[in-house]
């Protein structure tokens, strides 16, 4: 058995370079957060717009609850993905950034596909549990403190062979290095032996981005 690939930036390059096209919109959308400093880290890597449009193409996903909006990346990638009577809604509680992810939103023309809600994501969950709204899949990339109860919320939203995905989870390779015990670390090394351990779903972590969790309701 060989040695698990070092993913160098060129060969990360090189992953981009070989794999889907971006539009332009995304690639518009990655342009701004560049210029925003230490927070571009929030969104989402290329190589995870590849994943997420793929697995909701061969998952026929059609309904997404996105947990964390930031200027709209992901939300755009999925509901790019979706069919065109797909649906996503998308939770954050920052107004301006909102704001920021809907102009993209219709510039892409997605507005039709894209509902955002403004407000606490566990209300806002809360809520379309009230409505018994049922998901196909949920992506969650929040405040980290928050990720048991999301995931937790989630699972009561999808049905038995829905997804839920979860950013972040290897936390820069934090997680792995039991020296490192800063709060976010701990708390994302906490949430993934919860995950893992849990008897509701199956899942595993791919070490795309900074890594994704990937877990099936059982």
Not at 117 to 126: F, R
Not at 130 to 137: I, P, R, V
Request: a positive charge.
């Amino acid at each position: 058995m060989g040695s698990n690939l070092v993913i160098t930036k060129e060969i990360e390059n090189y992953i981009n370079n070989h794999s889907l096209e971006l539009t332009t919109i995304q690639k518009e959308i990655i342009s701004y957060n560049n210029s925003l400093g230490d927070i571009k880290r929030m969104q989402i890597s290329i190589s995870q717009c590849h994943f997420l449009h793929l697995i909701i193409k061969i998952s026929n996903i059609k309904k997404i609850l996105e947990i964390g909006t930031f200027t709209g990346l992901s939300g755009l990638t999925m509901s790019l993905s979706l069919p065109s009577d797909g649906e996503l809604i998308t939770l954050d509680k920052n107004e301006e950034r909102n704001k920021i992810a809907s102009s993209f939103f219709k510039k892409a023309k997605q507005e039709n596909k894209i509902k955002a809600i403004i407000g606490s994501a566990l209300e806002s969950i809360s809520n379309l549990k009230k409505k018994e709204q049922k998901f196909d899949l949920v992506f969650i990339d929040a405040d980290k403190e928050n990720y048991k109860n999301y995931y937790n919320q989630s699972l009561d939203l999808i049905e038995k062979n829905g997804l839920i995905i979860v950013d972040n989870v290897l936390w820069h390779g934090e997680v792995a290095d039991m020296k490192k015990q800063e709060k976010l670390t701990t708390i994302i090394r906490e949430f993934n032996t919860y995950v893992n351990r849990d008897k509701r779903t199956e899942n595993l972590i791919i070490p795309v981005g900074d890594g994704l969790t990937v877990c099936r309701k059982l």
